[in-house]
């Protein structure tokens, strides 16, 4: 695709790249006439990196080394880099990828050739809708779970074909159990040259942009690993910003443990499946949220309303990053009467009044809805002048009544979850990442739930 499009078009080179999941780097998945060393060049910061194609915008740049859009503009230099036209690759309204298309000659590219790149970007996004729906039907999931889990992907997972070595596939289970976001091989370091060219490169096996750093992974073979430690010492001393680490499996556990993932300790986790979601991917989405929100009620005062106690991380972190005026209140209710048919009490009413209010009833987890059905028509009858709803999740598959939901943190699967607020038996509200739960791997009854 990128061979016919740069040919088509009279480029000289071109690029499709996809976001990863947390859309802040661009990754190659195919390309024309580029230098392996110009593709692998550093991880592409998608945001410092022609920023307004993530705004759907397509962008032409007459002069790529004086233009202050583009990240690297000595390395495009040496490629002979003159003309760039990006176009995004838009998935369900939401920009996925972008697809490049390179000159060496100072170049004009006509609307026509606008427009053409448009389509191509319109074919790469259907293809890679329809790789994931192939992989989703593979994975073996029927009905309502599919199709909710189809509506919860909006960006590709890059993997490689094929990892060079059995350990590294091991790292990336590790890596993909605590969600923590990698790209493989994503850039060459040139180590030494001679006669002006490079005769020794050295590519780390990964990047985790989480952290900013580079991990190479050790086996354990005492000449690899002298070898691999010469080539980690010669990249520190040429790129001092660089941080690298080399590794084996038992030092990358100490370091998850550093950075709080394994702080928690054994017992702690057990009955932790899996994570979920992770602090960071919260945090970030939650600010997303905010934004939004913001944006909606300018110029009013808003008034949130949580019901305890689940929704207390999500409502403190939420209130952090509105700009608005806000003011805060909680409800709490209890059960009787049994799962079948459940009766709604409450036992802690509104302290403040919300008649001709802008409400925003914010919830943890959206599940079978029956709670904020209930809360809404009680908050309802009191005349508010607005009356919105914000949940972090949604558990979309269990829903039996339903409810509207304006603005929507992620949709997940139908599996029990605790931390970051939500409970099992009252525990694991404060771990600080959402994970799936399975009573019986941390010797519970199920009852207890
Ligand atoms: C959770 C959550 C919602 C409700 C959603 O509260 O905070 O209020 O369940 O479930 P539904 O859609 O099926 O009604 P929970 O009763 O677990 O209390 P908690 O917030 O104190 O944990």
């Known amino acids: 695709m990128a061979k016919s499009t740069a040919k088509a078009l009279g480029a000289n080179g071109c690029r499709i790249s996809f976001l990863d999941t947390q859309r802040e780097y661009l990754t190659n998945v195919g390309a024309h006439g580029l230098s392996d060393f110009y593709l692998k060049k550093a991880p592409l910061d998608a945001r410092k990196s022609i920023p307004e194609v993530l705004d759907g915008e397509v962008v032409y740049i007459a002069d790529a080394i004086k233009d202050e859009r583009i990240q690297h503009p000595q390395i495009a230099k040496a490629q002979r880099i003159s003309s760039i036209l990006a176009a995004p690759i838009m998935a369900k309204g939401e920009v996925i990828g972008e697809i490049?298309?390179?000159?060496?000659?100072?170049?004009?590219?006509?609307?026509?050739?606008?427009?053409?790149?448009?389509?191509?970007?319109?074919?790469?996004?259907?293809?890679?809708?329809?790789?994931?729906?192939h992989r989703l039907l593979e994975s073996g999931h029927k009905g309502v779970k599919e199709q909710s889990k189809l509506a919860q992907l909006p960006t590709i997972s890059l993997r490689p074909a094929e990892f060079a070595h059995p350990s590294e596939e091991e790292f990336v289970r590790l890596l993909d159990f605590y969600?923590?976001?990698?790209?493989?091989?994503?850039?060459?370091?040139?180590?030494?040259?001679?006669?002006?060219?490079?005769?020794?490169?050295?590519?780390?096996?990964?990047?985790?942009?989480?952290?900013?750093?580079?991990?190479?992974?050790?086996?354990?073979?005492?000449?690899?690993?002298?070898?691999?430690?010469?080539?980690?010492?010669?990249?520190?001393?040429?790129?001092?910003?660089?941080?690298?680490?080399?590794?084996?499996k038992n030092d990358f556990l100490r370091l998850l443990?550093?950075?709080?993932?394994?702080?928690?300790?054994?017992?702690?986790?057990?009955?932790?499946?899996?994570?979920?979601?992770?602090?960071?991917?919260?945090?970030?989405?939650?600010?997303?949220?905010?934004?939004?929100?913001?944006?909606?009620?300018?110029?009013?005062?808003?008034?949130?309303v949580g019901v305890l106690k689940g929704v207390i991380f999500f409502m403190t972190d939420l209130m952090e990053h509105l700009t608005l005026p806000v003011t805060v209140d909680f409800m709490a209710i209890s059960y009787y009467g049994g799962e079948e048919?459940?009766?709604?009490?409450?036992?802690?009413?509104?302290?403040?009044?919300?008649?001709?209010?802008?409400?925003?009833?914010?919830?943890?987890?959206?599940?079978?809805?029956?709670?904020?059905?209930?809360?809404?028509?009680?908050?309802?009858?009191?005349?508010?002048?607005?009356?919105?709803?914000?949940?972090?999740?949604?558990?979309?598959?269990?829903?039996?009544?339903?409810?509207?939901?304006?603005?929507?943190?992620?949709?997940?699967?139908?599996?029990?979850?605790?931390?970051?607020?939500?409970?099992y038996d009252g525990e694991y509200r404060n771990l600080r990442f959402i994970g799936t739960f399975h009573p019986e791997l941390a010797g519970k009854d199920e009852s207890q739930k």
Request: aromatic residues 10%; negative net charge.
């Open 341 to 423: 048919d459940p009766v709604v009490k409450i036992t802690k009413d509104l302290d403040s009044s919300i008649t001709g209010r802008d409400v925003l009833m914010v919830e943890d987890i959206v599940d079978t809805g029956m709670t904020l059905n209930y809360i809404l028509k009680y908050l309802q009858a009191h005349a508010p002048a607005s009356l919105r709803v914000c949940t972090l999740l949604d558990k979309r598959a269990r829903r039996l009544v339903d409810v509207p939901l304006d603005y929507v943190g992620f949709e997940i699967p139908d599996e029990f979850m605790v931390g970051y607020g939500l409970d």
């Open 179 to 248: 969600q923590i976001e990698w790209l493989y091989e994503p850039r060459a370091f040139p180590l030494r040259w001679e006669n002006g060219g490079i005769v020794e490169m050295f590519t780390p096996d990964f990047y985790l942009p989480e952290f900013d750093f580079y991990i190479e992974l050790t086996t354990l073979r005492q000449d690899l690993v002298t070898e691999k430690n010469r080539k980690v010492r010669r990249l520190k001393e040429l790129y001092p910003e660089i941080s690298i680490k080399l590794l084996n």
């Open 257 to 304: 443990a550093k950075y709080g993932y394994g702080s928690l300790g054994e017992a702690k986790l057990q009955g932790i499946d899996r994570i979920l979601l992770t602090h960071s991917q919260i945090q970030r989405r939650v600010k997303a949220l905010a934004r939004r929100i913001s944006g909606d009620y300018e110029g009013k005062h808003l008034v949130l």
């Open 100 to 133: 490049r298309l390179y000159t060496h000659d100072p170049h004009i590219f006509s609307e026509d050739d606008k427009n053409f790149v448009v389509i191509v970007a319109n074919i790469s996004a259907v293809l890679v809708e329809r790789d994931e729906l």
